[in-house]
């Protein structure tokens, strides 16, 4: 069993090897038969029925990169006539009625969505565990004694898109990115995943956990596919007042630059306590692999990072508590059966719509908000905020990329930090300042522990860089095969 | 005069909110017309769906900074939108979207006249905001049914100081501001519609303290008769609570025109906390110099101008300067019949503050939908001027052009109201009257000079009101002398 990329899957529609109706047929008869439990719902009417509209476009001349390509979508995205979830029992039997600008945006360029995998509940988590739809499964296991037949999660909230490309359900998919919701399940899941600049993707569409910091991008086998599949998604939106009105830019076009001169940022802060030693050295020989390829290394210093984490923890409840409102019972969503009054529906609704990390974070958030607390939280985060960013800027200065580890840890077990959302939280710790500050940044695969787990290596790049990072991706993917590793209950193709 | 007058000092301020007249809505597409059938101009937008966004509309910023610079107010060319927290039905996103800390238009001034003389009412600050849906409560059998129409109307809430000493002050700040805002053309300023809404902050404070006095807002009160009695109520109320010992609980009350009272709503300790921050999907709106420019060069001459060239140009009182320049049409309507007809300006004044608003206030109509165009009206008052009529006759006129059976000559013609300043016919009627009145000649002659009145007056009947009354005085005092 080998990984599947976009890029070949585009060679085979290309030279007519495949046609999208086989491709997409193949990958749903995966789905099938995969117990990863990493989709939420499948459109196998609607994916063939595009399916066989791409075919009949490239026959008719279109040579969209990507057209015929299938691939899976986080349940964050409204699509047109298909339940859209965002993992929540309020939204249960919420069928969308338009489709997110990124998803239109795939489309037009002939990508097929064969379905919406599973996430954290309105992508609040970091392991998967808070889905209404039940946890997803990593197709990864650990070789450890007594733990070959246990569970690990793979990571969230983007989990089921994780698992699903790590499984080879689908060749790529689409995830959200507050904190670290695409990094932190691409480095568990050993994938690819990109996080761009807040602004590249428009959030038309995309639910809404906390919207200053949400991004959508690719999570995908490679760098190559990453580039691919993000030029299908971005460009400037009117419907989103926050999406960013710049040229449109082939992210593949600089993949192959060489790195003679590029200078590699290792942020002391990204290495000291809590990380786990293993991981550190996984870390550090994958930076080393820079210097084969012309990079110099220095250590450079983020001194505002451990704000990062309560600084998040305070903009992004207190913006989720006011983004999840809408969800009232009223016009739309699950609504209590019984109630006695106005008040008691919403309470009811509310209380039984929502999950416990949902309703912990909106309190939180309402908290944070509250009159004759707002100066002492919210106002504080924003400036500690500006302080994180203004830490990029200066290291900026002296490197052109940060590296580090994506996590402190690799994928641990499930129900193993349920309890404890502190230290669920601590996973976040090295991917949440990228987003208080809107840089782009994304995770690639560095290696294995000797349990067998994956490693991500996290990169950062000044904003608006994400061709200089996926083009740093690349040339280490060109020299490592970390990436090519399958996990062992991946689902095998008809190929 | 109310006894509060004598102990109590009242202290009053606004907060209006004014329905923009843009095209759509603030954040999205809808239309705003005002009847639709339910829930017909609520797109995903309006409704909340999961995942949408609010896009600025432009024009709601642009009327709003034309009421800014009407004013004369500091105009924040970096505002910012927030949001403001509370579950209700009829709030589809949670929160509505509105301006807390830099409010688009900051601190400008309206000047009143007064009883007591001219007035300035500082106005805090005016901001934009989305209005709410609308909850219908009937027929839905003992349930609520929600029409989201209205939701995400612009709206520019002007927040007055707590400058007003009385009721009636208010009203005048009130009107001042109604007239305003359908001067530049902003707010069609129907109440009945809901375009123009009022709160009003009303408290009380023993003469010669300088401290507030604890506040009630009141709410709901939809027409300019209502907010003063609303307003009466309200401080005879507070005035009661205090003389008998007891105090004021600040909160929201709510007036009910039809029993007049006003009756709580909710108090401070179940006052929402709203929990206010920037709205993440808006950036702050920036406005250019260039933008402010624009909207400038949009600015009408403004009443307070209007007034004062009135008075200038066209000789006119104080008076009829403020009441014709009241509002927008009706100074149009006056500048333009002044400066096409013949007749002095003051006659313009006088027929339009007579005859026509009274035609116009009997029919309820605005002076827009006049049956009585611009030029007809000019033409009426040049045949006042060119003799043809007669005051009396010319009122008959008016009466038919009201009633539009056609234009001013063919009516003089139809109705034979041609006055007559031939002097030979006029002579010959006078010779009449002074043959036939020999008992009031001798009166006159005797010198009771008032009877020449009488005289004129059998002149004016014998002639079927046709003679010209100037002519037919002149000339019998110069057959009798």
Same mark, same amino acid.
């Given at each position: 069993?080998?990984?599947?990329?976009?890029?070949?899957?585009?060679?085979?529609?290309?030279?007519?090897?495949?046609?999208?109706?086989?491709?997409?047929?193949?990958?749903?008869?995966?789905?099938?038969?995969?117990?990863?439990?990493?989709?939420?719902?499948?459109?196998?009417?609607?994916?063939?029925?595009?399916?066989?509209?791409?075919?009949?476009?490239?026959?008719?001349?279109?040579?969209?990169?990507?057209?015929?390509?299938?691939?899976?979508?986080?349940?964050?995205?409204?699509?047109?006539?298909?339940?859209?979830?965002?993992?929540?029992?309020?939204?249960?039997?919420?069928?969308?009625?338009?489709?997110?600008?990124?998803?239109?945006?795939?489309?037009?360029?002939?990508?097929?969505?064969?379905?919406?995998?599973?996430?954290?509940?309105?992508?609040?988590?970091?392991?998967?565990?808070?889905?209404?739809?039940?946890?997803?499964?990593?197709?990864?296991?650990?070789?450890?004694?007594?733990?070959?037949?246990?569970?690990?999660?793979?990571?969230?909230?983007?989990?089921?898109?994780?698992?699903?490309?790590?499984?080879?359900?689908?060749?790529?998919?689409?995830?959200?990115?507050?904190?670290?919701?695409?990094?932190?399940?691409?480095?568990?899941?050993?994938?690819?995943?990109?996080?761009?600049?807040?602004?590249?993707?428009?959030?038309?569409?995309?639910?809404?956990?906390?919207?200053?910091?949400?991004?959508?991008?690719?999570?995908?086998?490679?760098? /190559?596919?990453?580039?691919?599949?993000?030029?299908?998604?971005?460009?400037?939106?009117?419907?989103?007042?926050?999406?960013?009105?710049?040229?449109?830019?082939?992210?593949?076009?600089?993949?192959?630059?060489?790195?003679?001169?590029?200078?590699?940022?290792?942020?002391?802060?990204?290495?000291?306590?809590?990380?786990?030693?293993?991981?550190?050295?996984?870390? /550090?020989?994958?930076?080393?692999?820079?210097?084969?390829?012309?990079?110099?290394?220095? /250590?450079?210093?983020?001194?505002?990072?451990?704000?990062?984490?309560?600084?998040?923890?305070?903009?992004?409840?207190?913006?989720?508590?006011?983004?999840?409102?809408?969800?009232?019972?009223?016009?739309?969503?699950?609504?209590?059966?019984?109630?006695?009054?106005?008040?008691?529906?919403?309470?009811?609704?509310?209380?039984?719509?929502?999950?416990?990390?949902?309703?912990?974070?909106?309190?939180?958030?309402?908290?944070?908000?509250?009159?004759?607390?707002?100066?002492?939280?919210?106002?504080?985060?924003?400036?500690?905020?500006?302080?994180?960013?203004?830490?990029?800027?200066?290291?900026?200065?002296?490197?052109?990329?940060?590296?580090?580890?994506?996590?402190?840890?690799?994928?641990? /077990?499930?129900?193993?930090?349920?309890?404890?959302?502190?230290?669920?939280?601590?996973?976040?710790?090295?991917?949440?300042?990228?987003?208080?500050?809107?840089?782009?940044?994304?995770?690639?695969?560095?290696?294995?522990?000797?349990?067998?787990?994956?490693?991500?290596?996290?990169?950062?790049?000044?904003?608006?860089?994400?061709?200089?990072?996926?083009?740093?991706?690349?040339?280490?993917?060109?020299?490592?095969?970390?990436?090519?590793?399958?996990?062992?209950?991946?689902?095998?193709?008809?190929? | 005069?109310?006894?509060?007058?004598?102990?109590?000092?009242?202290?009053?301020?606004?907060?209006?909110?004014?329905?923009?007249?843009?095209? %759509?809505?603030?954040? %999205?597409?809808?239309?705003?017309?005002?009847?639709?059938?339910?829930?017909?101009?609520?797109?995903?937008?309006?409704?909340?769906?999961?995942?949408?966004?609010?896009?600025?509309?432009?024009?709601?910023?642009?009327?709003?900074?034309?009421?800014?610079?009407?004013?004369?107010?500091?105009?924040?060319?970096?505002?910012?939108?927030?949001?403001?927290? &509370?579950? &209700?039905?009829?709030?589809?996103?949670?929160?509505?979207? %509105?301006?807390?800390?830099?409010?688009?238009?900051?601190?400008?001034?309206?000047?009143?006249?007064?009883?007591?003389?001219?007035?300035?009412?500082?106005?805090?600050?005016?901001?934009?905001? +989305?209005?709410?849906?609308?909850?219908?409560?009937?027929?839905?059998?003992?349930?609520?049914?929600?029409?989201?129409?209205?939701?995400?109307?612009?709206?520019?809430?002007?927040?007055?100081?707590?400058?007003?000493?009385?009721?009636?002050?208010?009203?005048? &700040?009130?009107?001042?501001?109604?007239? @305003?805002?359908?001067?530049?053309?902003?707010?069609?300023?129907?109440?009945?519609?809901?375009?123009?809404?009022?709160?009003?902050?009303?408290?009380?404070?023993?003469?010669?303290?300088?401290?507030?006095?604890?506040?009630?807002?009141?709410?709901?009160?939809?027409?300019?008769?209502?907010?003063?009695?609303?307003?009466?109520?309200?401080?005879?109320?507070?005035?009661?609570?205090?003389?008998?010992?007891?105090?004021?609980?600040?909160?929201?009350?709510?007036?009910?025109?039809?029993?007049?009272?006003?009756?709580?709503?909710?108090?401070?300790?179940?006052?929402?906390?709203?929990?206010?921050?920037? =709205?993440?999907?808006?950036?702050?709106?920036?406005?250019?110099? %260039?933008?402010?420019?624009?909207?400038?060069?949009?600015?009408?001459?403004?009443?307070?101008?209007?007034?004062?060239?009135?008075?200038?140009?066209?000789?006119?009182?104080?008076?009829?300067?403020?009441?014709?320049?009241?509002?927008?049409?009706?100074?149009?309507?006056? +500048?333009?019949?002044?400066?096409?007809?013949?007749?002095?300006?003051?006659?313009?004044?006088?027929?339009?503050?007579?005859? @026509?608003?009274?035609?116009?206030?009997?029919?309820?109509?605005?002076?827009?939908?006049?049956?009585?165009?611009?030029?007809?009206?000019?033409? @009426?008052?040049?045949?006042?001027?060119?003799?043809?009529?007669?005051?009396?006759?010319?009122?008959?006129?008016?009466?038919?052009?009201?009633?539009? +059976?056609?234009?001013?000559?063919?009516?003089? +013609?139809?109705?034979?109201?041609?006055?007559?300043?031939?002097?030979?016919?006029?002579?010959?009627?006078?010779? =009449?009257?002074?043959?036939?009145?020999?008992?009031?000649?001798?009166?006159?002659?005797?010198?009771?000079?008032?009877?020449?009145?009488?005289?004129?007056?059998?002149?004016?009947?014998?002639?079927?009101?046709?003679?010209?009354?100037?002519?037919?005085?002149?000339? @019998?005092?110069?057959?009798?002398?």
């Amino acid at each position: 069993m080998t990984i599947t990329t976009l890029a070949t899957l585009a060679a085979d529609l290309d030279s007519g090897k495949r046609s999208s109706v086989e491709i997409t047929q193949d990958y749903l008869n995966r789905i099938k038969h995969s117990d990863h439990n990493a989709f939420i719902s499948v459109n196998e009417e609607l994916a063939l029925t595009q399916a066989k509209s791409a075919d009949e476009k490239r026959a008719n001349g279109d040579s969209s990169p990507l057209l015929g390509v299938p691939v899976a979508q986080k349940d964050i995205f409204c699509i047109d006539g298909t339940q859209t979830t965002c993992g929540s029992k309020i939204l249960e039997n919420f069928v969308a009625p338009y489709t997110a600008t990124v998803v239109g945006n795939m489309q037009s360029q002939g990508v097929i969505s064969m379905g919406k995998t599973n996430m954290d509940e309105f992508a609040m988590g970091s392991s998967n565990e808070t889905s209404y739809f039940g946890g997803v499964n990593n197709p990864w296991r650990s070789t450890a004694k007594g733990y070959e037949n246990k569970n690990l999660v793979p990571g969230g909230s983007s989990g089921g898109s994780a698992a699903a490309v790590s499984a080879l359900l689908a060749p790529a998919a689409t995830g959200t990115d507050t904190g670290g919701s695409i990094r932190q399940p691409a480095a568990f899941c050993n994938l690819t995943g990109i996080k761009p600049s807040y602004g590249r993707c428009s959030r038309y569409g995309m639910i809404a956990f906390a919207s200053s910091l949400d991004q959508a991008g690719p999570m995908t086998h490679t760098a /190559e596919d990453a580039a691919l599949l993000l030029n299908t998604m971005v460009g400037f939106d009117a419907k989103d007042s926050t999406s960013l009105n710049v040229p449109a830019e082939d992210f593949t076009a600089s993949l192959n630059d060489s790195l003679e001169g590029l200078r590699i940022g290792l942020p002391k802060e990204f290495f000291g306590e809590g990380l786990d030693s293993e991981m550190a050295t996984i870390i /550090e020989t994958a930076v080393k692999q820079f210097e084969s390829l012309g990079a110099t290394i220095k /250590e450079v210093s983020l001194p505002n990072s451990h704000l990062a984490l309560p600084s998040y923890y305070v903009i992004a409840p207190a913006e989720a508590s006011s983004n999840l409102s809408r969800f009232d019972g009223v016009r739309y969503g699950f609504r209590a059966e019984e109630y006695s009054d106005l008040d008691d529906m919403y309470t009811k609704t509310r209380s039984e719509g929502f999950g416990d990390e949902v309703k912990r974070r909106i309190m939180i958030g309402a908290y944070a908000l509250s009159s004759g607390y707002y100066d002492a939280y919210y106002s504080q985060a924003q400036k500690l905020r500006r302080l994180i960013s203004n830490d990029f800027t200066c290291a900026f200065t002296e490197c052109d990329v940060i590296m580090g580890p994506t996590t402190p840890s690799p994928a641990f /077990e499930a129900g193993s930090r349920s309890d404890d959302p502190v230290s669920m939280y601590l996973n976040d710790i090295y991917t949440i300042p990228a987003n208080l500050a809107g840089l782009p940044a994304g995770s690639i695969p560095a290696g294995f522990t000797s349990n067998g787990l994956p490693t991500g290596l996290h990169l950062i790049t000044p904003y608006l860089q994400e061709a200089k990072m996926l083009n740093i991706a690349h040339k280490f993917q060109q020299t490592t095969d970390w990436h090519t590793r399958v996990a062992p209950t991946a689902i095998g193709g008809s190929q | 005069m109310f006894t509060w007058d004598k102990r109590w000092e009242v202290v009053i301020g606004l907060e209006v909110h004014a329905q923009l007249q843009t095209k %759509s809505k603030i954040f %999205s597409g809808s239309s705003i017309a005002y009847g639709a059938e339910a829930n017909t101009q609520a797109s995903a937008v309006d409704i909340a769906l999961p995942g949408v966004l609010p896009v600025m509309n432009l024009e709601a910023a642009r009327l709003a900074v034309k009421f800014g610079l009407a004013i004369g107010a500091h105009i924040n060319q970096r505002n910012v939108f927030a949001r403001k927290n &509370y579950f &209700y039905p009829d709030l589809p996103k949670g929160y509505q979207i %509105s301006q807390m800390e830099l409010p688009i238009v900051g601190f400008g001034e309206m000047d009143i006249e007064t009883p007591e003389g001219p007035k300035t009412i500082g106005i805090t600050r005016a901001h934009l905001e +989305e209005d709410a849906g609308k909850s219908l409560h009937e027929d839905f059998h003992g349930q609520t049914g929600i029409d989201l129409n209205r939701a995400g109307t612009p709206l520019l809430e002007i927040v007055s100081e707590p400058d007003m000493r009385s009721p009636a002050e208010a009203v005048t &700040y009130l009107r001042k501001l109604h007239s @305003l805002v359908r001067y530049i053309e902003i707010c069609d300023g129907n109440m009945q519609e809901g375009s123009f809404r009022c709160d009003a902050n009303v408290s009380i404070r023993p003469r010669g303290q300088e401290a507030l006095g604890t506040r009630t807002e009141l709410k709901n009160i939809n027409s300019f008769r209502f907010v003063e009695r609303a307003m009466e109520y309200e401080i005879e109320r507070q005035i009661d609570i205090l003389e008998e010992g007891g105090s004021i609980t600040q909160e929201t009350r709510l007036y009910d025109s039809d029993k007049h009272e006003t009756r709580s709503m909710r108090s401070k300790e179940e006052a929402h906390d709203y929990r206010y921050f920037p =709205d993440p999907d808006l950036p702050p709106m920036i406005l250019e110099d %260039s933008f402010l420019d624009e909207v400038r060069a949009t600015l009408p001459e403004l009443p307070t101008a209007k007034k004062e060239r009135f008075q200038n140009e066209f000789g006119l009182s104080l008076d009829d300067a403020e009441t014709l320049t009241a509002d927008r049409q009706t100074a149009d309507f006056f +500048e333009t019949v002044s400066k096409s007809t013949k007749a002095e300006s003051k006659i313009v004044a006088n027929w339009m503050s007579g005859e @026509l608003f009274a035609n116009l206030n009997k029919s309820e109509l605005e002076i827009s939908d006049s049956p009585i165009d611009t030029s007809q009206f000019a033409l @009426l008052l040049d045949r006042i001027a060119d003799k043809t009529l007669s005051g009396n006759t010319a009122k008959k006129v008016f009466a038919a052009l009201w009633d539009q +059976e056609g234009d001013v000559d063919s009516i003089i +013609e139809a109705k034979g109201l041609k006055q007559i300043t031939d002097t030979g016919a006029i002579e010959a009627v006078v010779d =009449d009257v002074i043959a036939a009145c020999p008992e009031q000649v001798q009166q006159f002659k005797d010198g009771n000079e008032k009877v020449i009145g009488f005289l004129v007056g059998q002149v004016m009947k014998q002639s079927r009101g046709k003679a010209n009354p100037q002519m037919a005085n002149e000339m @019998l005092l110069a057959k009798l002398v």
